[in-house]
């Protein structure tokens, strides 16, 4: 198995083909894309047989911008014969995975699959039976090993893989199933929501997402990022000209400034979060949070960057390289990390996360 596939959004795969082509030849791992548009995957072959293993061993996931999955894979299965499915897949992985711990049969997210679904989830039983019986999986999940991948482009056509549990996303399909709630102002809540599961492990959420904290969102109008704050019991100030929703100002945690995000600046030390969801240039909007975390004025940040036509990868990347020069110029070391969420559609969220300071006085992690 040489290739590793990738799962993205439908009409980001060049994107998605241009980071892993740049990510891979960082590791001096070289190989070329196969790029089919809105196809919501894209595949690397590898010139090394080796070095695609290598790829899901030593390349962070969690780096990955457009990626929502990476795994590797085998060639095409083709023409799977309607009276027997099973037996050509598992036998793909005999002699490759021993022991895995969970069965993922999953497809791209475009519509034409959506038709799949069904289908996958009917083989998904005796498949995993099959490979318990052939030892390729373990008797029960474990979290712990490998998950395996069946990967349906087609009816009767799949790539056959595995991905490593401590460098993969978590989620079927790599999204998050989130629940729009009935209560909060706009559908862009759930960015914010899936932000928080994507780059906050689950047991640090009583710590950095604790009820009391203080937050600022930035062009917070009507709050459906807001809302994600104020439900989880923080104090909030939103910053925007227009109308906050009601029911947020009534819940009492919501201090509303009539003001120009770009020109506010907080009049208080205590805030933890900064959230930011403006339609602005991305270097703008970047220049923006770098000013927030060099001076001090939060320890956390997720904001989104609307992309451009054309080069969004490089456009990205310029600006995670603008904000990790920053940090380093102000000796503040930070964590800084980017995604293509799916409840992102031309734009990209972005978290930072300030870890310690060099300057004397300065709060930080430590403190």
Same mark, same amino acid.
């Given at each position: !198995?040489?290739?590793?596939?990738?799962?993205?959004?439908?009409? @980001?795969?060049?994107?998605?083909?241009?980071?892993?082509?740049?990510?891979?030849?960082?590791?001096?791992?070289?190989?070329?894309?196969?790029?089919?548009?809105?196809?919501?995957?894209?595949? @690397?072959?590898?010139?090394?047989?080796?070095?695609?293993?290598?790829?899901?061993?030593?390349?962070?996931?969690?780096?990955?911008?457009?990626?929502?999955?990476?795994?590797?894979?085998?060639?095409?299965?083709?023409?799977?014969?309607?009276?027997?499915?099973?037996?050509?897949?598992?036998?793909?992985?005999?002699?490759?995975?021993?022991?895995?711990?969970?069965?993922?049969?999953?497809?791209?997210?475009?519509?034409?699959?959506?038709?799949?679904?069904?289908?996958?989830?009917?083989?998904?039983?005796?498949?995993?039976?099959? !490979?318990?019986?052939?030892?390729?999986?373990?008797?029960?999940?474990?979290?712990?090993?490998?998950?395996?991948?069946? @990967?349906?482009?087609?009816?009767?056509?799949?790539?056959?893989?595995?991905?490593?549990?401590?460098?993969?996303?978590?989620?079927?399909?790599?999204?998050?199933?989130?629940?729009?709630?009935?209560?909060?102002?706009?559908?862009?809540? *759930?960015?914010?929501?899936?932000?928080?599961?994507?780059?906050?492990?689950?047991?640090?959420?009583?710590?950095?997402?604790?009820?009391?904290?203080?937050?600022?969102?930035?062009?917070?109008?009507?709050?459906?990022?807001?809302?994600?704050?104020?439900?989880?019991?923080?104090?909030?100030?939103?910053?925007?000209?227009?109308?906050?929703?009601?029911? *947020?100002?009534?819940?009492?945690?919501?201090?509303?400034?009539?003001?120009?995000?770009?020109?506010?600046?907080?009049?208080?030390?205590?805030?933890?979060?900064?959230?930011?969801?403006?339609?602005?240039?991305?270097?703008?909007?970047?220049?923006?949070?770098?000013?927030?975390?060099?001076?001090?004025?939060?320890?956390?940040?997720?904001?989104?960057?609307?992309?451009?036509?054309?080069?969004?990868?490089?456009?990205?990347?310029?600006?995670?390289?603008?904000?990790?020069?920053?940090?380093?110029?102000?000796?503040?070391?930070?964590?800084?990390?980017?995604?293509?969420?799916?409840?992102?559609?031309?734009?990209?969220?972005?978290?930072?996360?300030?870890?310690?300071?060099?300057?004397?006085?300065?709060?930080?992690?430590?403190?």
């Amino acid at each position: !198995m040489n290739k590793i596939a990738l799962y993205c959004r439908p009409g @980001f795969e060049k994107e998605c083909a241009a980071e892993i082509t740049d990510r891979a030849g960082q590791l001096a791992v070289f190989g070329f894309a196969r790029v089919k548009e809105n196809s919501g995957y894209v595949l @690397f072959e590898c010139y090394q047989p080796e070095d695609a293993d290598r790829l899901a061993r030593e390349l962070p996931f969690r780096e990955l911008i457009f990626a929502r999955q990476m795994l590797v894979v085998g060639e095409l299965l083709r023409h799977l014969p309607p009276e027997d499915r099973v037996s050509p897949i598992v036998g793909m992985l005999i002699g490759v995975v021993e022991r895995a711990g969970e069965l993922r049969v999953e497809v791209p997210d475009t519509n034409e699959s959506k038709e799949l679904m069904k289908f996958c989830r009917k083989l998904t039983v005796p498949l995993r039976a099959a !490979m318990r019986e052939q030892r390729v999986m373990m008797a029960r999940e474990n979290p712990s090993r490998p998950v395996i991948h069946v @990967f349906f482009i087609a009816p009767g056509c799949c790539y056959v893989g595995y991905s490593y549990s401590n460098n993969n996303s978590p989620f079927y399909m790599g999204i998050p199933r989130l629940k729009f709630p009935s209560d909060a102002p706009s559908r862009s809540t *759930l960015k914010l929501e899936e932000a928080f599961h994507v780059f906050i492990p689950a047991d640090e959420w009583d710590e950095r997402l604790a009820s009391g904290m203080y937050a600022v969102d930035l062009g917070a109008c009507p709050g459906g990022w807001t809302y994600q704050l104020v439900k989880r019991s923080m104090m909030v100030h939103a910053v925007d000209n227009g109308m906050m929703a009601q029911s *947020l100002m009534d819940s009492g945690q919501v201090t509303h400034h009539r003001a120009d995000g770009f020109r506010f600046e907080p009049t208080t030390s205590k805030n933890y979060w900064l959230v930011c969801d403006m339609v602005e240039k991305p270097a703008k909007v970047t220049n923006l949070v770098i000013q927030w975390l060099v001076n001090g004025w939060c320890r956390e940040a997720i904001f989104n960057l609307k992309l451009p036509m054309k080069k969004r990868y490089e456009v990205v990347a310029d600006n995670l390289r603008a904000i990790r020069e920053a940090m380093a110029a102000a000796d503040i070391s930070a964590e800084v990390n980017a995604k293509q969420l799916y409840h992102d559609r031309e734009e990209v969220t972005v978290h930072i996360r300030r870890m310690w300071s060099a300057v004397p006085g300065r709060r930080d992690e430590r403190d």
